[in-house]
């Protein structure tokens, strides 16, 4: 047997047992469990307890979840027999375990320490990574140190990153996210996606083009995206500093890919391509070459804690057991809200504003992988897969569409996300009024969460008679907790939500790690394009009347 026909063996998926069977007789009378008499009843306290997870500074509390301690038991019970220990070994050792794409899902080797011998399987990926980080750290401390020189030998002192999906969010979301706690101290990092350049357009009127170095950010190189918006920089920086293209490929711009062949057909340097292996999904590829932004922001020391978080919470997924094992509790909870319970939407509501991206982030990570309703086998599935995920920081959400939460006619569950301590930094004569809005941000989460989860029942005796009435309730909620937003929360708290989306694929049957509904669109976007550069509202591509009407009208305001 071949080396890739024995990983394929090792990563063959059991087929998924449906939740009923595991529930079996209790399910009618679990689903109509309600909160207020689960954290208020006389076992509300030892339940409570028995709901609470603990990891590093962490702590996740289910007992706001419409369920018994002994449900999360029968569900972590159904990860099993879905095959999770089989698959998530197979996903650690670079088993195939994207099987559409023939490929293994490599996130884990990214961040595997050197010092540690890794999952056997995985040595030479492990090894693979651990070169191309090497060769990140080279340039980013060039960068950092002012010493990357461009075409007029002026020092670099801005970066664009160019990058879109998961060679955009997850760099941005880190970026922000630590920009309090890790001011840069090298280039300032821009990051670009927007496919009609507008974030671009704004950069290019007040950056230097002569000290402005451009990170072409794409797993396939060719994301059209991504592309338009490198030819226009690059125009940009030729025509603003009278240097040819050439030129300023050689010493103005950094490729990441995984296609190292593209990134020299467009010139730039051995040096200056950073590569990552295609078995790295696109929305798992922060800790990846991908990162190299981040890391001219952050610097490689916190990067790299960034990643052992990551890698702290890959061991805790490995080894914990299954009832206290933080992805596979969040991965079950989320199904046995979205499946049984019928909650078609789940929010992630971060009361900490550096976590803005995050409800972005985590739509690509888990709608892109889990929004499907065709199984590994082909066969179209017959239960509900991936909620619709959204979400905004809480504070402001509270202003916004929290009225829908309490008093609309959906269903809605949510990740409260939380951090305790913040503003260690802050100059001394903030201290005070900035540790006031930190308390009153802890405290609003914990009352959205409390009023999510009891409704008109939260209302205090001594507000009874004044206040209105009509508080839904009995919606679903998670609250997570952590000292701190360190780079290793963060990396931890990414990689707890790549692995819950893992477990969610074994139970519903999905491969995670393919796309494949993205891509017609992608196609008639390009055969619309040709039309309208063409000015012919009747080609191949527009055989629609709506479409029609809309290109007729393009044509003569565009
Ligand atoms: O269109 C979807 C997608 O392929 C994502 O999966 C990916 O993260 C994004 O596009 C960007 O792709 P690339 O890194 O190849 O430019």
Same mark, same amino acid.
């Given at each position: 047997?071949?080396?890739?026909?024995?990983?394929?063996?090792?990563?063959?998926?059991?087929?998924?047992?449906? +939740?009923?069977?595991?529930?079996?007789?209790?399910?009618?009378?679990?689903?109509?469990?309600?909160?207020?008499? =689960?954290?208020?009843?006389?076992?509300?306290?030892?339940?409570q307890?028995?709901?609470?997870?603990?990891?590093?500074?962490?702590?996740?509390?289910?007992?706001?979840q419409?369920?018994?301690?002994?449900?999360?038991?029968?569900?972590?019970?159904?990860?099993?027999?879905?095959? %999770?220990?089989?698959?998530? #070994?197979?996903?650690?050792?670079?088993?195939?375990?994207?099987?559409?794409?023939?490929?293994?899902?490599?996130?884990?080797?990214?961040?595997?320490?050197?010092?540690?011998?890794?999952?056997?399987?995985?040595?030479?990926?492990?090894?693979f990574?651990?070169?191309q980080?090497?060769?990140?750290?080279?340039?980013?401390?060039? %960068?950092?140190?002012?010493?990357?020189?461009?075409?007029?030998?002026?020092?670099?002192?801005?970066?664009?990153?160019?990058?879109?999906?998961?060679?955009?969010?997850?760099?941005?979301?880190?970026?922000?996210?630590?920009?309090?706690?890790?001011?840069?101290?090298?280039?300032?990092?821009?990051?670009?996606?927007?496919?009609? !350049?507008?974030? =671009?357009?704004?950069? =290019?009127?007040?950056?230097?083009?002569?000290?402005?170095?451009?990170?072409?950010?794409?797993?396939?190189f060719?994301?059209?995206?991504t592309?338009? @918006?490198?030819?226009?920089?690059?125009?940009?920086?030729?025509?603003?500093?009278?240097?040819?293209?050439?030129?300023?490929?050689?010493?103005?711009?950094?490729?990441?890919?995984?296609?190292?062949?593209?990134?020299?057909?467009?010139?730039?340097?051995?040096a200056?391509?950073?590569?990552?292996?295609?078995?790295?999904?696109?929305?798992?590829? %922060?800790?990846?070459?991908?990162?190299?932004?981040?890391?001219?922001?952050?610097?490689?020391?916190?990067?790299?804690?960034?990643?052992?978080?990551?890698?702290?919470? *890959?061991?805790?997924?490995?080894e914990?057991?299954?009832?206290?094992?933080?992805?596979?509790?969040?991965?079950?909870?989320?199904?046995?809200?979205?499946?049984?319970?019928?909650?078609?939407?789940?929010?992630?509501?971060?009361? *900490?504003?550096? +976590?803005?991206?995050?409800?972005?982030?985590?739509?690509?990570?888990?709608?892109?992988? @889990?929004?499907?309703?065709?199984?590994?086998?082909?066969?179209?599935?017959?239960?509900?897969t991936?909620?619709?995920?959204?979400?905004?920081?809480?504070p402001?959400?509270?202003?916004?569409?929290?009225? +829908?939460?309490?008093?609309?006619?959906?269903?809605?569950?949510?990740?409260?996300?939380?951090?305790?301590?913040?503003?260690?930094?802050?100059?001394?004569?903030?201290?005070?009024?900035? @540790?006031a809005?930190?308390?009153?941000?802890?405290? @609003?989460? +914990?009352? #959205?969460? #409390?009023?999510?989860?009891?409704?008109?029942?939260?209302?205090?005796?001594?507000?009874?008679?004044?206040? !209105?009435?009509?508080?839904?309730?009995?919606?679903?909620?998670?609250?997570?907790?952590?000292?701190?937003?360190?780079?290793?929360?963060?990396?931890?708290? %990414?990689?707890?939500?790549?692995?819950?989306?893992?477990?969610?694929?074994?139970?519903?049957?999905?491969?995670?790690? *393919?796309?494949?509904?993205?891509?017609?669109?992608?196609?008639?976007?390009?055969?619309?394009?040709?039309?309208?550069?063409?000015?012919?509202?009747?080609? *191949?591509?527009?055989?629609?009347?709506?479409?029609?009407?809309?290109?007729?009208?393009? =044509?003569?305001?565009?």
């Amino acid at each position: 047997m071949s080396f890739k026909e024995e990983k394929t063996v090792t990563a063959r998926a059991a087929k998924p047992v449906m +939740l009923t069977e595991v529930l079996g007789g209790e399910a009618g009378h679990l689903s109509s469990l309600c909160q207020a008499d =689960l954290l208020t009843g006389s076992q509300a306290e030892a339940r409570q307890r028995r709901l609470e997870v603990s990891f590093a500074d962490w702590r996740l509390d289910l007992s706001r979840q419409r369920l018994q301690p002994e449900t999360l038991e029968h569900l972590a019970e159904w990860a099993e027999a879905c095959g %999770l220990a089989e698959q998530r #070994q197979a996903l650690f050792a670079a088993g195939i375990v994207n099987p559409s794409e023939g490929r293994p899902a490599l996130h884990t080797a990214l961040r595997w320490p050197q010092e540690t011998p890794p999952v056997a399987g995985s040595e030479a990926e492990v090894t693979f990574a651990a070169e191309q980080r090497w060769r990140m750290a080279v340039l980013v401390e060039r %960068l950092r140190a002012g010493q990357w020189r461009g075409v007029t030998g002026q020092p670099i002192r801005h970066v664009i990153h160019i990058g879109v999906g998961g060679s955009d969010l997850g760099p941005r979301l880190v970026a922000e996210a630590l920009e309090e706690t890790h001011p840069t101290r090298g280039p300032s990092v821009h990051y670009v996606s927007t496919m009609d !350049a507008s974030q =671009l357009v704004v950069l =290019l009127e007040r950056l230097d083009p002569a000290a402005t170095l451009l990170v072409m950010a794409s797993k396939s190189f060719t994301t059209a995206d991504t592309r338009y @918006n490198l030819e226009t920089a690059l125009t940009w920086l030729s025509s603003a500093l009278g240097a040819s293209r050439e030129a300023i490929c050689r010493q103005q711009l950094i490729g990441v890919s995984a296609r190292p062949e593209k990134m020299a057909a467009l010139g730039i340097p051995e040096a200056h391509r950073l590569t990552f292996a295609e078995g790295v999904g696109g929305r798992f590829s %922060l800790w990846s070459t991908i990162g190299i932004s981040l890391a001219v922001q952050i610097g490689m020391p916190a990067f790299d804690e960034l990643l052992a978080g990551a890698h702290t919470m *890959d061991r805790h997924f490995l080894e914990a057991p299954t009832v206290r094992n933080l992805p596979v509790l969040m991965a079950v909870v989320g199904a046995w809200n979205s499946q049984f319970l019928g909650i078609p939407s789940h929010a992630v509501l971060p009361y *900490d504003g550096r +976590l803005a991206s995050l409800p972005g982030y985590l739509q690509q990570l888990e709608m892109e992988s @889990n929004g499907k309703s065709v199984g590994r086998d082909g066969q179209s599935v017959e239960h509900t897969t991936c909620p619709i995920l959204w979400g905004d920081v809480g504070p402001n959400g509270q202003h916004a569409f929290y009225q +829908l939460l309490h008093q609309g006619s959906h269903t809605v569950s949510a990740d409260f996300i939380a951090v305790a301590r913040r503003h260690a930094q802050a100059p001394e004569a903030l201290q005070k009024t900035l @540790n006031a809005q930190q308390r009153l941000t802890l405290a @609003n989460c +914990l009352a #959205q969460a #409390q009023l999510m989860a009891l409704g008109d029942d939260a209302i205090p005796a001594a507000l009874q008679a004044h206040m !209105a009435r009509g508080y839904r309730g009995n919606q679903p909620c998670s609250v997570l907790v952590m000292d701190e937003l360190t780079p290793w929360n963060l990396g931890a708290l %990414l990689a707890m939500y790549e692995h819950k989306v893992f477990v969610q694929s074994l139970l519903w049957g999905l491969n995670p790690f *393919d796309q494949p509904g993205v891509e017609l669109g992608k196609r008639l976007a390009q055969g619309l394009e040709q039309s309208l550069a063409a000015g012919d509202a009747a080609g *191949d591509w527009v055989d629609d009347a709506a479409t029609r009407a809309m290109v007729e009208h393009l =044509l003569k305001h565009s």
